[in-house]
């Protein structure tokens, strides 16, 4: 701002009133990301959320639309300094209604990125569209293992081989010589939930309960499972030492309230998504005891998560935030990073092809895949997915509630620990409590 030029009035005047200009100038260079030198006098960037919006895993779409907004917020409505219009669009079910979105908001919105995909269904049908368009995805839901090529492809959440492998030592020590029965929906996303538990369970010296040893697939098309009576008369039978399980959405609600109603006594562990959010906020006592693998917690003990709740819960009414509010919003953050990075290094390339891998230990989180080389759509000044994905190899350590992480060089998916977790009551409201610390997972 430039004072008023004063007539008549007293020098003293004249020189606050340019400090305070000088000091309003000096403020304002300062705004923008947490890397700084962002131009926030650029161009307005588009990008897309794609989320679900109706379907099985509406719920689950509303928090992840929500802890993207809360950020956003945080961030003043920029991303690396530069104003941010965001076009939304539904997953639906995913498959074709999310395919039909995500190619209007990049062919017709001419979006510089997506974010979104709730479930790996959705990330394995945008992945060619992804690689067609040269545009980034920034996944903040279920990440499939059948992805070759990442380059356009970020998740903010989890590879979803990881959280089953993440228990399975663990519950492998609790059974002893005992079997656990598996059960899981029978898509991309299931199987490598199941598989990942099992595939570390059977190292592990595990056997399965199950007839012929192994796991049970319940239908997942054209509509979710919803009913498990046929499925729960053989656990009751079954004599396992445990049930170990993935469902998410409303197949998980009704996993959970059928189990009980059966009068099953068999512990229950599964994939933090059985009790995850909107999940357990339908069951509440009904889930109590059950035993979870996530990377996340309400209870985690760090600045950030602090942060993070206080804000969430304020705007909500005192409501808790779970994974799916995080990773929406570590997207928001890595953005942020991303866009002030690509601006202040425009023709920086990525170093290295990336390549596929296993939910194994690691810490290497240096090497990134190469960048395409022909600029795409969604530019804002001379910002583009080209230079935006390249960017995003270079972003570093994101400070999020679940604790600091970094993008794996493989599969371009967090580095990150996860948490055993016992659901029970803090005062008025069912949490998962943190147990444990599980071990760290990434690639």
Not at 354 to 360: D, I, L, M, V
Not at 369 to 375: G, S
Request: aromatic fraction near 8%.
């Amino acid at each position: 701002m430039t004072p008023h030029q004063t007539t008549g009035r007293s020098r003293w005047r004249l020189a606050i009133a340019t400090a305070v200009a000088a000091l309003l100038l000096a403020v304002s260079g300062c705004s923008g990301s947490s890397l700084g030198g962002s131009d926030s006098g650029g161009e307005e960037i588009r990008i897309g959320l794609i989320v679900p919006k109706s379907g099985p895993y509406k719920a689950i779409g509303d928090d992840q639309a929500a802890g993207w907004r809360l950020a956003l917020d945080k961030l003043g409505g920029r991303l690396g300094g530069r104003p941010v219009r965001v076009i939304e669009a539904d997953e639906g079910d995913g498959k074709a209604t999310a395919l039909a979105a995500a190619r209007k908001l990049i062919e017709q919105d001419k979006v510089l990125a997506l974010v979104g995909g709730a479930t790996a269904d959705t990330v394995q049908t945008l992945y060619p569209l992804l690689n067609e368009a040269q545009v980034p995805l920034i996944g903040i839901g279920g990440r499939p293992s059948t992805v070759e090529d990442p380059t356009y492809l970020w998740s903010t959440s989890w590879l979803s081989q990881e959280t089953g492998a993440s228990i399975a030592g663990y519950l492998r020590e609790k059974v002893g010589d005992g079997g656990v029965w598996v059960i899981g929906p029978d898509y991309i996303g299931g199987h490598d939930q199941i598989n990942g538990f099992v595939d570390a369970f059977r190292k592990a010296g595990g056997k399965l309960a199950n007839p012929g040893g192994e796991p049970t697939w319940t239908p997942w098309a054209p509509t979710p499972t919803t009913e498990f009576s046929p499925y729960l008369t053989k656990i009751k039978d079954s004599g396992a030492a445990a049930v170990y399980t993935f469902y998410a959405g409303t197949s998980a609600v009704e996993f959970v309230k059928q189990y009980r109603q059966y009068g099953i006594t068999t512990p229950l562990y599964a994939s933090g998504f059985l009790t995850e959010g909107p999940a357990l906020t339908a069951l509440g006592e009904q889930a109590k005891g059950i035993y979870t693998a996530l990377n996340y917690s309400t209870t985690l003990d760090n600045a950030a998560n602090r942060d993070f709740v206080r804000r969430y819960t304020s705007a909500n009414d005192g409501k808790l935030p779970n994974l799916y509010h995080v990773c929406a919003w570590d997207a928001a953050l890595v953005l942020d990073k991303a866009i002030a990075e690509a601006l202040a290094h425009p023709q920086t390339p990525a170093t290295t092809p990336a390549t596929t891998g296993s939910p194994e230990p690691s810490s290497s989180t240096t090497a990134s895949p190469a960048a395409p080389t022909t600029d795409t759509g969604g530019s804002g000044g001379d910002l583009t997915s080209r230079s935006l994905t390249a960017a995003l190899s270079r972003v570093g350590a994101i400070d999020s509630p679940r604790g600091s992480w970094q993008f794996g060089p493989k599969n371009h998916t967090p580095v990150q620990a996860y948490y055993l977790r016992e659901v029970a009551q803090d005062g008025q409201v069912w949490v998962n409590r943190t147990v444990q610390t599980l071990t760290t997972l990434g690639s």
